[in-house]
Nanobody
Framework: QVQLVQSEGRLVQTGDSLRLSCTAS????????MGWFRQGPGTEREFVAG????????RYADSVKGRFTISRDNAKNTTYLQMNTLKPEDTAVYYC???????????????????WGRGTQVTVSS
């Protein structure tokens, strides 16, 4: 069994920065591709960022490229999402996800990930 524990949510202002964390337990973290998804008010869950097992490959949604950075520290079994220049449109519940299926390519679909964190509420005020 894999458990993903996320950091607490925050209320921030437009232009602020925030770092989310996701710590995994239960299996070897190095076997997992990791991703971040988000779901805003009245929207479907969408892909935000993904990272390969040792961090050599990252992928981002067009809406966050240049502002968000995904990273991982395998010694701490933790994945991070650094969010800069936040906008009200970034307001959402952010979910950490893990793919332990031995897939070779970082996926961008919710169905690619079998383990999920409980979500972190990020609210960006204007």
């Amino acid at each position: 069994q894999v458990q993903l524990v996320q950091s607490e949510g925050r209320l921030v202002q437009t232009g602020d920065s925030l770092r989310l964390s996701c710590t995994a337990s239960g299996r070897s973290f190095n076997t997992a591709l990791m991703g971040w998804f988000r779901q805003g008010p009245g929207t479907e869950r969408e892909f935000v960022a993904g990272i390969s097992r040792y961090g050599g490959t990252t992928r981002y949604a067009d809406s966050v490229k240049g502002r968000f950075t995904i990273s991982r520290d395998n010694a701490k079994n933790t994945t991070y999402l650094q969010m800069n220049t936040l906008k009200p449109e970034d307001t959402a519940v952010y979910y950490c996800a893990g793919d332990y299926s031995l897939r070779a390519v970082v996926g961008e679909l919710s169905s690619n990930y079998e383990y999920w964190g409980r979500g972190t509420q990020v609210t960006v005020s204007s």
